[in-house]
């Protein structure tokens, strides 16, 4: 491989990186300063998990569909 | 700690992506001073009805009282619960769950209707039980017969949903659970349940991961579990199509075993919207059919019932869901929006969506409106009954619920904040079941009959939420 060549591989290479740790910087979603509403209770993934593992309760035993948002299945022989 | 040492050894190989790790670790800095100064921010200020932010230890009582109840004299459940959780400064997390339930009532017992007086024969709760129940649609009377055990029988109206009115059952549950930041993991634990009820057990286990990263706006997470259930009939285990005499079987109990796992994406979108993509894969394997539930054998001319057997399932089964869950706040209002698609081995296909809209009407007391839309498609072995004369399917099941059917729920939650670290709740719920009750190839009788057994409930659902150092 000449010396060009070689050259030529590694500012690609050195290009790609850099570009890919350039990516990692920026930041897809808000930035830490815009997370004031994420940080409040209703907005959390779990809240209100008591109620909703409840609901899904319901629904399990009479539907024959479970799971998504958590495992499936419900523990009891409801179904 | 350890992304910092792996920072410092590439700066010193690649010069030309200092500038870059540079850039991240500022990030990263100006992130956990913003974390920290969340933190302070909701710790002083005790009237909101927010959480302790990130780095102080806290604990969560969670008591809730769920009602349910179903039209026409059907179940009734009542089924208090109880949780603690502990967070740790660090982020550790310890869950301890508690669940009793009470039902009783009627439960439909998979035959169809008739234009005949139906009577049904079932084993008794033991050998030597007594007691009798009675209803609109007819009571019950014990029977003794050869081998001193008793069989409970019942009669069912002409034109009524043959329904069992002696079904009463009590369980109690509990689920432990700890996780925390591990290594390169945000947070990493384990958990075991364990349900039991008087014909029924269940054993659970899970392990989970999850890995925060971009500015802490993206989770991944993995969940694997596995459940070993047993189920114990009262009068032992009937075999696949057994007549439904109310004969004791010799085989008392029978198990299945529950492999499966949880694939999840949550991604911060924007300032005011939260997603959350789920991929779930489950695989059971055993007994699964329902040990009380019978299928009418009916004359393939008149439609008339000849006689009752039991039903029988697929050992194996294998579903796959994607879960998409959306939370929107705008202002006073948060929508959250979710939809869910789930397949199945056993033929089922159903979709799921559900709207809310939380709207805080003060700093105090918010409502919750919300609406659910489900449907299913049928089990590939669901009939409506057998026919007389006609070789037996592989497997058949009457169960509505591997049946056809729309469910529609509507539902309104109530909020109050009692003060910034208790909160008290109310959800109260409707839900409608409809299928298709005379389908076009229904023979004689049945023509004339609803044979859609499907349920209409209301449920109340009230919890109490308590946050405290």
Known sequence: ?79 | MQLKKRQGKIRAKLSTLSASLIAATVAAHVEQADAQAYGSEYYNTVTRNDDFGPGIAYSQIDAALLVYFEQNGRITAIEPTAALTVHGAKDQLLTLELTADAVSGATPNGAVRANVAQTFSTPARTPDSSYSVSGASGGSTIVHVAGNTYIRQYTVAAGQLPMDKGFEDHRGAFNLGYSQPWGWLTQFGAGIGYSMESDYSSATGDVHAAKTFNSNNTTLSLSLNTEYDTSSPYGGVPGAFALADGAWRSEKSRSKTQLGFVLGLTQVMTRNWLMQLNYAYDRQNGYQSDPYRILSEVDSASGEPLRYVYESRPAKRSSQSVFWDNKISLGPTLTEISARYFTDSWGIKSVTGEVSERVDLTSRFFVEPSLRYYHQTAADFFHYYLVSGQALPAYASSDTRLGKFTSITYGAKLGYALSGRTELYVRGGYYVQTGNGHPADAIGQLQGQDLFGGTKAMFAFIGYTWNFH
């Open chain 1, 1 to 79: 491989m000449s010396n060009f060549a070689k050259r030529t591989g590694l500012r690609i290479a050195a290009c790609l990186v850099a570009a890919t740790s350039l990516t990692s910087c920026t930041t897809f979603g808000p930035e830490p300063w815009e997370k004031d509403l994420m940080a409040k209770k209703p907005m959390q993934i779990d809240a209100y998990a008591f109620e909703k593992a409840a609901a899904d309760h319901i629904f399990f035993s009479k539907e024959a569909s479970s799971g998504g948002r958590g495992f499936a299945g419900g523990g009891c022989g409801c179904n």
